[in-house]
């Protein structure tokens, strides 16, 4: 029996003050087609065993990553990760850290926070990195609010080609922070029509590179245009393995630089949990409005170095009003991994296994564009990239499935009612030679 301590004049009290007849209204922003009716089909007063045998049997219907041909990404990717990273964040010490609020009893947590901070800085280019947030969308979201409070306007241009979970999780936090944000067409393939958007109410724009259809962008001559107008630049990405290969973030201009950093030491694990990345430019103005927390560098009374939170912008140290963000944690055991698989793989490993993605990815490109009626629409791309086919790509990935090969994700599950014929493909260094020839000729027998 679950312990339930309201009564139903308690819950018909709460429901009063927030103004909604019922709990069931509560959830009327959720679509209808997402929510349950009653319980999962599971068997009810089963014994454990039972209960075990019936999961595993809903399990079994599943393909996992791991045992097919697997070429989906779009925001998610397939990489190694060494066994270490595992056994490392496992030990007890780190598995049961938490916020480190004393920060005399809390010396390794915040090391590990500044070595985290210290390599996502020198990968994206950036002087200055936070301390992890949730995933990569929500940290895109805190950049344009941030960028918000920053400028002291209330525009964001988004470029078409932003992942458009991150589109969407950016939208929800600005619809109530008076933040106005226009998307540009995804159909265009350069980053003019973002150019022509800006103006003088801008606060910043929004670009991802990879963008979610895998084609690569230099950020100068957008840099330039909109720093002119007085706007900043936020350069995403979904695939941080990238920046072992692509010019960084910082280099080619941008303010702030935010990603998923899921690829390094943390697995798919179903969806999540995975690791923001935000990191931008040293900037007083910037750093003061950064979102989450900063450990930073220091000397106790007796002169050695240690380690505290420098920056605490967070409702749970500070009054909710001052705060610059109300996301109350950071995804603590997933920046650890980050960081170990960081520091095993060192500034050449992480250059290395960058290229091996690029490499196998223009194998497969070269393999799958060959086939009749299939055609390579990506220009230039790191480890993904995207296919025109003859038949609606959905159809096809399943169809593959079928035959055991996941063959990436259709344009139209991200963007409904549009590309129906676009295939967007992703290639690691976990794929074999006989993963790729599996692939074309599933593909192949397909169409």
């Avoid at 029996?1 to 003050?17: F, G, I, S, V, W």
């Avoid at 056994?87 to 005399?104: G, M």
């Avoid at 929800?172 to 995804?186: E, M, R, W």
């Avoid at 790509?393 to 963007?415: F, H, K, T």
């Amino acid at each position: 029996m679950r312990y339930l301590p309201h009564t139903d004049t308690d819950r018909k009290a709460m429901l009063e003050a927030i103004g909604v007849a019922s709990i069931d209204d509560l959830f009327q922003d959720v679509p209808e087609a997402a929510r349950l009716d009653g319980l999962i089909d599971l068997p009810t007063k089963q014994g454990e065993l039972q209960v075990e045998r019936a999961l595993s049997a809903m399990a079994s219907k599943n393909i996992s990553a791991g045992q097919a041909p697997f070429f989906v990404g779009a925001g998610a990717y397939k990489h190694h990760i060494p066994a270490t990273v595992d056994h490392l964040i496992q030990r007890s010490e780190f598995l049961t850290a938490y916020t480190p609020y004393q920060p005399e009893i809390s010396q390794g947590t915040l090391q590990t926070l500044f070595e985290f901070q210290t390599q996502v800085a020198l990968l994206t280019g950036m002087d200055v990195a936070n301390a992890s947030m949730y995933d990569g969308s929500t940290a895109c979201a805190e950049a344009v609010m941030m960028a918000a409070r920053v400028t002291r306007r209330n525009k964001a241009v988004m470029a078409g080609g932003v992942h458009p979970h991150y589109v969407e999780a950016s939208k929800t936090l600005a619809k109530y922070s008076d933040v106005k944000i226009s998307v540009t067409d995804p159909d265009v393939t350069d980053l003019s029509a973002v150019m022509a958007a800006i103006d003088d109410e801008t606060a910043c724009v929004v670009v991802q590179t990879p963008d979610v259809f895998g084609r690569l962008h230099d950020l100068r001559t957008l840099s330039e245009a909109a720093h002119e107008k007085g706007a900043l630049v936020i350069a995403a990405f979904t695939e941080c393995v990238s920046l072992g290969l692509v010019e960084s973030p910082g280099a080619m201009g941008a303010d702030i630089a935010v990603g998923e950093g899921q690829s390094i030491g943390v697995g798919l694990n179903f969806g999540g949990p995975y690791v923001g990345l935000f990191a931008c430019k040293d900037d007083r103005r910037f750093i003061r409005q950064m979102p989450g927390r900063l450990a930073g560098e220091t000397v106790d009374a007796d002169g050695r170095r240690g380690y505290v939170l420098t920056l605490s912008t967070r409702e749970q140290h500070i009054r909710r009003d001052k705060a610059t963000s109300n996301i109350c944690t950071n995804s603590g055991l997933c920046s650890l991994a980050w960081t170990i698989h960081m520091t095993l793989l060192g500034e050449r490993g992480i250059t290395r296994l960058a290229r091996l993605n690029h490499e196998m990815a223009c194998a497969l490109a070269d393999r799958l564009s060959a086939i009749e009626g299939v055609e390579l629409v990506t220009d230039t791309f790191f480890n993904e990239f995207t296919l025109r086919l003859p038949r609606p790509a959905a159809q096809v990935v399943d169809d593959l499935a079928r035959i055991g090969v996941l063959g990436g994700v259709p344009a139209s599950r991200l963007y409904p009612g549009k590309f129906e014929d676009l295939l967007i493909v992703a290639a690691t260094e976990t794929n074999t030679d006989g993963d790729l020839v599996a692939f074309e000729k599933a593909l192949r027998g397909v169409l």
